[in-house]
């Protein structure tokens, strides 16, 4: 008891405020119910008038934004805004310029967007903002008239519930507390119920028999009292017995092989040996404080309980069973546990001793055994042969799955059967029997094929290896039979057998057709080759005038700036061309086999620096970033194929810039190990990305693909040439892309390390030529060339150095040139009529003085082993056409020792940083002449583009030449795109 009573509680009054509460919590829902289903239908009609007014829209503007007709526009804004649910409006178009906007109040909106289309092309955009004021009030009306219907009913439910609750159990309760206050007095009288309801009928009736129960207990009590005197002096003495008896069995309990325990179903855990301590690693006291289903594993404790009552019900003396325990640290131990009983003298159970055995080692071995008899079960049941298990005497003791389908017949149906007599068809039979009784011998046979008897009648061809079956005393107690079923094999050795000869027959017969192929083919090749050298020399040839009379004039001091940039639009166009050219020829020689890798020690790291600083500039006019990712490690000296790897980076950062809006392109580089070093090369991109579709043809020559191909003013071959030259240096190229998230490009090269001494340093850059040192020999140069304008160009970069010089037109001319005049050195061209350069080269060797004069081929070819058959046939140096000026003057230095005098390098340099065009730059030109320059830049007129630059230039001298830049380049787009900033 405790020492202050707490007040009792009132049944009555709890039970009114429960009610109370349920009262008014279903009040509640009923209102929050009518509350929610009238707002989900107000929110449902705001929704759809929502999604009407942006429907509207998209109808009513998509005509008017694309015919960019902005009074229909602003007229259709401000029809939509004399609506009083609509609380702004704003339109753009495609440029996000603002057309119309117009805000009505301020207060709670809600905001929708939506996004203009035409032919799936966006063409504008509409914000509009819906009040939320009326929406509001409906939700406030609905909120109070919730809150009265709920209010209504608790008042309403409460009355009914209070005179319920007051008639029907108050006061029968008030007299059934009367008469148990009787009662406590020892007042045992029969309780009367002043109501008659059926429910406390039974509460009336127990509460009497109750009552006359405690009187006669009482004397019973009484009685019981003084036998139980006389019997706890008969205890006593039982006690003591008992007292020796635990002695005997603690002895016992210290036997360390097995866990001992006594408990007893009354009083729990009596006793527990040290080896049950040690094995669950509880302490003695702890095990006392623990419930053997604490100790049990619990998917072992049904059955343990389930046989301890049945021990407890007398229908058993003991039991056995495996069990798991657990012990402190939570390791499973599974045991043997052996429990018996000791009862009493009445026969109910005194106390209980049970013997645990750890059996960890034994479940450990039988698992073993388990895990390996499965495997052995299942590698027969999964063999793809036949395994098959015979006694002495050729009865079937098993034979796995693959039999079974082969043959038709289950082992279920044959264990027991001879397999001779069952399987075997009667020609196999004799012959069977004696390579039985060999192998059941102990001779291991291998090799034999002998047919089998399906259920079907079907005979299959079978492949036999035999071993007999030994004990453990060696004597032989079967026979293992692996068969493999060779049917077919031997269907198909005999069908080529039959087709022997006439496969040799066929075989003379395509020998003699591929060589005729063969021979095609080289033909092919070889005419393809002709062609390719042809193109070469035919496209390079009048190239090489070009590039190089434009290059000469542009070092006119006399040129006005305006002849100036016509010559440089010249000589750009020029090199452009050049690059397409370059690309179709290389492509050509990569389809003919003709490419040649040129593997030599490199700087990597500045190569990349100059490519990134190349690019950068590209990037920069578009608004890009173009970042070279270092974060990883990747060599700086290696060895391959600079150019080539070169024109790799250039393709693909040039594609990446070129296909890039916004955002920014990154290069990475890095390493990885395989079998072989790995040099990793990464663009990425934020640019539209490449579909599915356009990604499996992107890598094709001559392919260009979707809206690329208005910005694309190259050949198509970029990708191809540098999937190409990948696979050419033994590594692979891939593309991950995703549309709007852009792509990246994985380069993977075999990589060789080269030690920094290896390189040849670069060489320096010295400026223009303008003539040679005082003191330098005067040479004779002798040009052999049909193509009148490269005489020309030969000869005026012979006399700017101050060189005699003389001109032959045909390889005959130079001969009959060679000998009368003896000059130092001739410049070779290749192809002439009458007699080419190589004729001419080996006719020149062969004549007097012709071993000292020095022979360099001009060319225009685009094979490098048409350079190693120059040199072969007597010529000094090679130089490839169209050349830059110092590529004559170097060979010259090399070939005579001539030194220079250069220029001092021009102040200017095309690197450097330039101005980017922005919309604020534009902003100077009137209206009508921005529309002029639009117009012009849209027809590809370059006479209209001209003339509005002339008219630019009135208006800003500093913007005319950043458009002239612009324009020189071929960049409309960026004009355009700036352009359309300022509408």
Known sequence: MNAQTSKPKSLYRELTMTLVALISLVAL????????????????????????YVSDLHQLLELPLWNVDDALVQKIGSAMVTNDEIASLTIRDEQQRIIYQHTKRDGDTIKHEAVILHDGQIIGSAEISLSLAAYQAANKRMILTSISIAFLLIILLFSVMRWTLNKLLKKPVKALIGSINEVVEGKYQQFTSPETYVEFSPIVANFNAMAEAVANREASLRQTNAELQLEISGRQKAEGERRISEERLRTFYEFDMVGLTITSPEKGWLSVNNYLCKLLEYSEQEMFSMTWAQLTHPDDLAADVTQFNLLLAHKIEGYSLEKRFISRTGKVIPTLLVVRCVRKENGE????????????????????????????????????????????????????????????????????????????????????????????????TRGNINAILTRNGEERQIEWFDKTLVDTDGNIVGLLAVGQDVTQRIATENELMRYKDHLEEEVQTRTTDLVLARDAAEAANK????????????????????????????????????????????????????????????????????????????????????VVDMMELRAHEKGLTLLLDQSSYFPRHINGDE??????????????????????????????????????????????????????????????????????????LGLAITRQFVLLMGGNISLESTLGKGSLFRVDLPLSEVAENDITPPKEEKGEVTGCVFGQPQYRILIVEDQLENQLLLSQLMLRIGFETKVANDGAQGV???QSWQPHLIWMDRRMPVMDGLEATKTIRNLPNGKEVKIVAVTASAFAEQRAEMLAAGMDDFVRKPYRFNEIYDCLSRQLGVRYTYAEQSARSEDSPTTILTAAMLTVLPPPLRDELRDALESL???????????????????????????????????????????
């Open 527 to 610: 005419a393809k080759s002709v062609f390719l050298a042809n193109m070469s020399h035919e496209l390079r040839t009048p190239l090489n005038a070009i590039l190089g009379f434009s290059s000469l004039m542009r070092q006119d001091s006399l040129l006005d700036e305006h002849q100036q940039k016509n010559l440089d639009i010249i000589n750009r166009s020029g090199a452009h061309l050049l690059t397409l050219i370059n690309d179709v020829l290389e492509m050509s020689k990569i389809e003919a086999g003709r490419l040649q890798l040129e593997n030599a020690p490199f700087d990597l790291g500045i190569m990349v620096r100059d």
């Open 349 to 444: 159970v005194d106390y209980v001793v049970a013997m645990v055995e750890d059996i960890t080692e034994h479940k450990q071995a039988t698992e073993a055994f388990r895990r390996e008899r499965d495997f052995a079960d299942n590698l027969i049941e999964t063999a793809q042969v036949i395994i098959l298990v015979l006694d002495v005497q050729g009865c079937i003791m098993r034979y796995n799955s693959y039999l079974e389908n082969l043959s038709g017949y289950p082992l279920s149906e044959m264990r027991g059967k001879n397999w001779l007599e069952n399987f075997l068809p009667e020609h196999e039979c004799r012959r069977i029997r004696t390579l039985f009784k060999s192998a059941a011998s102990g001779i291991t």
């Open 643 to 716: 150019a080539r790897l070169r024109q790799i980076l250039v393709n693909l950062l040039g594609n990446a810039v070129k296909f890039t809006a916004q955002g920014g392109v990154t290069l990475r580089l890095g390493t990885k190990q395989n079998t072989i070093s790995h040099l990793l090369i990464e663009v990425e991109d934020s640019g539209l990305g490449i579909s599915p579709e356009d990604q499996r043809q992107l890598f094709q020559p001559f392919v260009q693909l979707g809206k690329q191909i208005n910005q694309n003013k190259g050949t198509g």
């Open 816 to 818: 009959a040139l060679f």
């Open 941 to 983: 007129n370059d006479e209209r583009i001209a003339t509005v630059l002339e008219k630019v230039a009135d208006y800003d001298a500093t913007l005319h030449p950043v458009l002239s830049r612009l324009v020189d380049n071929f960049d409309y787009p960026t004009i355009l795109k700036v352009l359309s900033a300022t509408s």
């Open 29 to 52: 829902v009923v209102g929050l119910l009518d509350y929610f289903y009238a707002s989900r239908a107000q929110t449902a009609q705001f929704e759809n008038n929502a999604a009407r």
